[in-house]
């Protein structure tokens, strides 16, 4: 992958800005306390928040970029998948077999999505679809609930979530955060290769880059389709896992989408690495900002400093630090 | 047979530009006015006025406002809920620090202050498109009902940060707001309003600037080459389209619920009111009704059918059926018709007109 | 075939519609009771347990007692799924039903809470907040209609900081100290901080606010400048729902120590602390109930009601939560409630307006908490015209890994000083609303 100079530039500003703002804010205003080990701490924090939102947000790019669908369900098919997980789980499953299960089950979910929801929906525009995956978010709110209930279920995965010290105990990391980065990580790999490497691979870059052309080269598109759904279904899985594990699986899960939007526009609809680079960014920023220039005016920012921070980065780039170039003709 | 057009000749200008060319058209649209404000007021419960239709009514208001950035403008917009916050809170002010104001002055006012946020927020859509630009309005969303939240003088220092209308009267004893308006008042009030700026909407969107709209929607680069400048344009369709969200916010907080906590404006509204105009269908004032009813309507129908046909479910299962069968019916009717309601409802007219007769 | 089945569906509806019917005037001399509870969506494993704990102590009286002085209750639930619309709808659906409407509404929520305020008074129904919604509202001079027994956000600040007191061995101690407050990003979150201000300037501790946007799913920063940076000696906690549990996840993140971690009671349901695992051991949480499973009442319901099969909850290990007794006694004021008003007005279905006379008169004693089989659970509430509040006391809580263990007895707010806020805050509210406070003597 070529990556443009501009982006370049943008992600080198950042990264300046990133120190050098909340270094000069520590400086003029004494409300905001400024170290350097507190700084990384904050900054790591930040990071390994951001990978968990990337998690969330690859579901949406997986989609988006072989169907061309914002998927709106994808914080529901997270809530669902750990809902199945841990239901199952309970029922008396051994874990492993329980993981099993819930894969089938999204794949289930992905066929029943294609047959009767996209494919009498097909070529029909964008907000449409979308419009669509909202009514699957509402049926998939319900029938999960319907199926295990409401209450509040835990999903224990034996991780620490002790306070670590590094870097001669001057920095504290949080071990959980730590693993669910690294297995963020792993997945991410594992899809990147994926696409890269496999003849299904091929076919799903072929299907995003044009759908008239990977038809007419034989790439059958309904195929496809449920093979993304399914893969970003196994994505919710795992997000539902480590969100789940963390917060306890209940409904609150499904809001998770919404941490995930500022990180799909800075980093572009249609880009995996976008996805990465963009939890990355918005993860540190939103927690440097929350630490460093909140107090002054009266905290809880992280919300909208998210959201204001993607719109920065779109003021430079409209489609996205990694988004396919918007090409218009008359 | 009973709905056609032929021999029915126009001979003025005026004939032929009227919103309804139709006679039959004519009739009904009087017919329905005629029972939404004397009839529905006579027969309908305190239940179905102040419960039902008030909310429907105010929310087809933010609905028309959406519709006209998104339908017409092609402005894809997140930010409904915000808007209608600052619609709220500039009410709130005016009204509590000119106590004098007259409640329609006060409305319109806040839906002015409001069209001056949404000119603010709008600017960004120069440079962004599509869901890019959906959800970088989400920012000014999530700005504006934070705002709401911290500064005290919002809300004159009340300790939760919740504002509450002072009670107001349209003239005399007729009170709007407050605990001693009656249901039947603030329908009438609501309708009124409601008819009032569909009807000014519809005109608009007639008009040259409606025309710049829908240009730009369909193309914008095209639309600047024939000269119609980007600008200006878009951020009318934001001025107007927040004026009418605020003006809905304002009622929503003063006429409907009497207190709100700026959570009442949260990201949840913003998707509500989208949801509406996407199912009611985009670019039309019809649609903005239509998909109001569906989405205020239907949830409210689903959850008590199961008590009017006599089954007795306990609530929780009723709520997720509910979120079952509203999920199925989006996507329902999607399927039957992507172009919302009111295409539907074009549809049936299309047909009427060859009923019973086709060939 | 499809015009045969409309005629089945017709007929079959018609049948039940006549049953109704049938039923319906052999119960009219039932008193109707409404519930708005949230047995969905994302706040659903807290209200639960409160609509198991409401509906079973309404059944206890109809299976025990065939009701209240003969006159059976009635109780139709509305789910609100805490959501402000549908709280609403389901006021309004419920207000008018039965012979006499619904004789008080308890919504659970501070945005449905706030929605109702006006319609209330127009409707002449009391609300009745326990725990939550208007402060001010203890003023029943500007609130004839809104009750908080058994205490208010106001009073729990007051509560946390004379417990903080005692642990450093008095309010002198308390001076230099810092006291955190972390809060959800709302009306509710924000009730606490006028009160907390003005005891940071009475006492001289030093008060730093951390506003957490709701849903608070995320709060590592909040928790980096608390554990990291100024390491206070206390943190409050005024959240809901999931931010509770990440909360406590957080602060053992970053090892603040849990025994010095104090929350409102709605951060001290059961279903709050089950996510946070171990990281909530030491955890302690205000509560205006006391905790327990084995109280006279809980033995009751279980043997009147989960014995035969009857009991709300879906198994029996849930009576006993804090959030299910918080239900019962919701359930209990207002049946007390209830019986004052028939013992004024006669044994028949109470009007709103009755029962708001007689939550004006309400006086659950020691004496007859020991009857019901709470002695011990709930504090004894007394309210007046004026004060619709009470003594407003709570206890503080530690959990143990499984369950609340009491780990101090009954605290008294400083009433006369709330007493002077809720004053302040209802009058400009009333000149706001322009009421005229009525006359309470």
Avoid at chain 1, 175 to 197: K, M, N, R, S
Avoid at chain 3, 173 to 187: C, E, R, T
Wanted: proline share 4%; charged share 15%; glycine share 10%.
């Amino acid at each position: 992958m070529r990556i443009e100079r501009d982006v370049i530039y943008i992600i080198i500003v950042t990264l300046f800005l990133m120190v050098a703002i909340p270094w000069t804010m520590g400086q003029i205003s004494e409300d905001i306390f400024f170290e350097w080990p507190f700084f990384f701490e904050v900054a790591i924090g930040g990071l390994l928040a951001g990978v968990m939102y990337s998690l969330v947000a690859l579901g949406f790019v997986l989609i988006f970029k072989a169907s061309g669908v914002f998927n709106f369900a994808q914080g529901a098919m997270v809530l669902f998948s750990a809902l199945t997980l841990v239901g199952l789980n309970e029922l008396g499953m051994p874990i492993w077999l329980a993981i099993i299960a819930t894969l089938v089950v999204m794949l289930l979910l992905a066929v029943v999505i294609e047959r009767v929801v996209l494919r009498s929906l097909v070529n029909q525009e964008h907000i449409i679809l979308f419009m669509a995956t909202i009514g699957i978010t509402y049926f998939l709110d319900g029938f999960g609930q319907t199926l295990w209930g409401s209450e509040v279920k835990t999903l224990n995965l034996g991780i620490p979530s002790d306070p670590g010290f590094y870097f001669d105990g001057k920095i504290l990391i949080n071990d959980f955060d730590l693993v669910a980065a690294l297995l963020a990580g792993v997945l991410v790999i594992v899809l990147a290769l994926f696409f890269q490497y496999t003849r299904i691979g091929r076919a799903l870059r072929a299907v995003a880059d044009d759908h008239q052309a990977a038809l007419s080269v034989g790439i059958p598109l309904k195929h496809i389709w449920v093979i993304v759904w399914a893969v970003a279904g196994i994505v919710a899985l795992v997000a539902g896992i480590m969100w789940g594990s963390k917060l306890g699986v209940q409904f609150s899960l499904a809001l998770i989408a919404l941490k995930a939007l500022p990180v799909l526009i800075l980093g572009g609809f249609t880009s995996v690495p976008g996805a990465i680079v963009g939890g990355l960014i918005i993860g540190a920023g939103e927690k440097l900002a929350e630490v460093f220039i909140a107090p002054l005016i009266g905290g809880g920012i992280e919300d909208w400093f998210a959201y204001m921070l993607a719109l920065a980065f779109l003021v430079f780039r409209p489609q996205g630090l990694f988004g396919e170039k918007i090409i218009e003709r008359v | 047979m009973l709905y056609r057009e032929a021999g029915e000749f126009k001979s003025t200008y005026q004939a032929d530009q009227a919103i309804l060319t139709i006679r039959q058209d004519r009739w009904f649209m009087w017919a329905m006015l005629a029972f939404a404000f004397l009839v529905i007021p006579l027969i309908s419960s305190e239940y179905w006025l102040g419960t039902i239709l008030l909310p429907f009514l105010i929310l087809a208001l933010a609905a028309l406002g959406l519709n006209v950035l998104t339908g017409y403008a092609g402005q894809l917009s997140l930010g409904t809920g915000g808007f209608m916050a600052t619609g709220a809170f500039a009410a709130y002010k005016l009204a509590t620090a000119f106590p004098e104001l007259h409640i329609v002055v006060v409305i319109l006012l806040a839906g002015l202050l409001t069209a001056g946020v949404g000119i603010l927020f709008g600017i960004p859509s120069l440079r962004i498109k599509g869901f890019y630009l959906a959800v970088a309005t989400l920012a000014s969303q999530f700005f504006l009902i934070w705002m709401f939240n911290k500064f005290g003088w919002f809300t004159n220092y009340s300790a939760s940060g919740v504002i509450s209308a002072p009670p107001m009267s349209v003239f005399g004893d007729a009170f709007v707001t407050g605990p001693y308006a009656t249901a039947e008042a603030k329908y009438l009030f609501t309708l009124s309003l409601v008819v009032l700026f569909a009807l000014m909407t519809k005109n608009l969107v007639r008009s040259n600037i409606g025309r710049e709209w829908m240009a730009v929607r369909d193309m914008d680069i095209a639309a600047e080459i024939i000269g119609i400048k980007m600008l200006s344009t878009k951020l009318k369709a934001f001025a107007y389209s927040s004026f009418l969200c605020g003006i809905s916010g304002a009622l929503w907080a003063f006429v409907y619920t009497g207190s709100v906590e700026p959570l009442a404006f949260d990201v949840n509204r913003s998707f509500q009111i989208l949801f509406m105009i996407i199912i009611g269908g985009l670019g039309s004032i019809m649609g903005a009704f239509l998909g109001a009813a569906f989405i205020v309507l239907l949830p409210i129908f689903l959850s008590n059918a199961p008590h009017w046909i006599g089954l007795n479910i306990p609530v929780d299962l009723i709520s997720h059926i509910e979120f079952m069968v509203f999920g199925v019916l989006i996507i329902f009717f999607l399927i039957v018709e992507p172009h919302g309601l009111a295409r539907l409802w074009q549809l049936l007219k299309e047909k009427l007109r060859l009923w019973p007769f086709p060939y | 075939m499809t015009i045969k089945r409309l005629k089945t569906g017709i007929i079959a509806a018609a049948t039940i519609s006549a049953c109704l019917a049938g039923s319906a005037a052999m119960a009219m001399e039932s008193q109707f009771i409404g519930s708005l509870v949230y047995r969905t969506g994302p706040y659903a494993p807290g209200g639960i347990p409160w609509a198991d704990g409401f509906a079973d102590y309404i059944e206890l009286l109809n299976a025990r007692d065939g009701g209240i002085n003969g006159v059976k209750l009635e109780l139709e639930e509305c789910d609100t799924a805490y959501n402000t619309d549908k709280g609403v709808e389901c006021y309004e659906r419920l207000k008018n039903k039965g012979s006499t409407g619904m004789p008080a509404v308890m919504p659970l929520s501070t945005g449905i809470t706030y929605a109702l305020l006006d319609r209330v008074v127009a409707d002449k129904i009391p609300l009745i907040t326990s725990g939550y919604g208007r402060a001010d509202a203890a003023d029943g001079r500007v609130f004839p209609y809104v009750f908080v027994p058994p205490a208010t956000y106001w009073g729990g600040a007051d509560i946390a900081i004379n417990y903080i007191a005692s642990q450093e061995g008095g309010y002198g101690n308390l001076k230099g100290k810092k006291i955190a407050l972390v809060y959800h990003d709302s009306a509710y979150g924000k009730e606490p901080i006028n009160t907390l201000n003005t005891l940071a300037e009475q006492l001289g501790f030093k008060f730093f606010e951390f506003p957490v946007p709701h849903p608070g799913l995320e709060q590592k920063a909040t928790w980096l400048k608390i554990g990291r940076q100024i390491r206070p000696d206390y943190v409050l906690m005024w959240g809901w729902g999931v931010m509770n549990a990440t909360a406590i996840k957080e602060a053992a993140a970053v090892g603040f120590p849990r025994d010095k971690f104090i929350g409102v009671w709605w951060s001290g349901n059961d279903a709050d602390m089950v996510p946070a695992g171990d990281a909530a051991i030491g955890y302690k949480s205000l509560q205006f109930n006391s905790v327990g499973s084995d109280f006279g009442i809980h033995q009751q319901i279980r043997s009147e009601l989960y014995a035969k099969g009857k009991g709300a909850a879906s198994s029996v290990e849930g009576t006993g939560e804090v959030a299910y007794n918080r239900g019962i006694q919701s359930a209990l004021i207002l049946t007390e409630a209830l019986r004052t008003a028939m013992a004024e007005f006669g044994n028949r279905p109470m009007t709103g307006e009755q029962v708001a006379w007689a939550m004006d008169r309400l006086n659950i004693t020691q004496e007859r908490l020991k009857e019901v089989g709470a002695d011990g659970l709930f504090d004894p509430i007394q309210l007046s015209c004026a004060d619709h509040q009470g003594k407003g006391r709570a206890r503080v809580t530690q959990w143990d890994g499984k369950q609340w263990q009491a780990i101090s007895d009954w605290i008294e707010p400083n009433l006369n000083m709330l007493r002077a806020m809720y004053e302040k805050s209802a009058a400009a509210y009333a000149k706001e609303k322009g009421i005229t406070p009525r006359d309470c003597k």
